[in-house]
């Protein structure tokens, strides 16, 4: 099941931060929220947007 992480804790894949999106076999409501597709989508896209670099112009004179 896919959940979203409401407060830091430990299981058997390791140690998980609030706010992540990550995989348990054991849902445990007072550390998860269930998650959906689209909330994964729309987290997708705003990474996807935050790491995209634009092309800046630079713009460079001979010498000599």
Sequence with gaps: MK???KAPFFDE???HKKGEICEVRKFRPE???PV???VIEEK???VEK???KTPSKTTR???G
Excluded: N
Aim: no cysteine; glycine share 4%.
């Design 3 to 5: 959940i979203r992480v």
């Design 13 to 15: 894949r390791g140690i």
């Design 31 to 33: 550390y998860m929220e």
């Design 36 to 38: 959906t597709d689209e």
């Design 44 to 46: 997708k896209e705003k």
């Design 50 to 52: 935050a790491v995209k």
């Design 61 to 63: 004179t001979k010498k």
